[in-house]
């Protein structure tokens, strides 16, 4: 990668960094229900963990168990779609669950 290339990915994955620091101090902790980028409902948990009290996104799911969200953009991607509606995104998760709905 050349210098100023190099240069453009690093800036690019600091505005990203930027914004999920921004996220992760406004998305409520809790479970959250909303639909993937496939149209499918997808799971999460949102948390806090660790001495530094650093949130963390887990999907979870029923075949592989739960994963935490490793890469920035797809952690940028979940939070954004739960900000759209966080209460409604909760709500989802509430009703699949006292319904014994098809979730975690």
Request: charge should be neutral.
């Amino acid at each position: 990668m050349s210098k100023p290339s190099q240069q453009r990915h690093n800036e690019e994955r600091e505005g990203l960094l930027a914004q999920l620091r921004d996220l992760q101090r406004t998305v409520p902790l809790g479970r959250y229900a909303v639909l993937g980028d496939n149209g499918l409902m997808e799971w999460y948990d949102v948390r806090q963990e660790g001495r530094n009290a650093r949130t963390v996104v887990t999907r979870l799911d029923l075949d592989d168990g739960p994963q935490r969200v490793q890469k920035v953009a797809d952690e940028l991607s979940v939070l954004t779609r739960i900000m759209a509606d966080p209460a409604g995104a909760a709500q989802r998760y509430e009703d699949n669950t006292n319904k014994g709905g098809s979730m975690p």
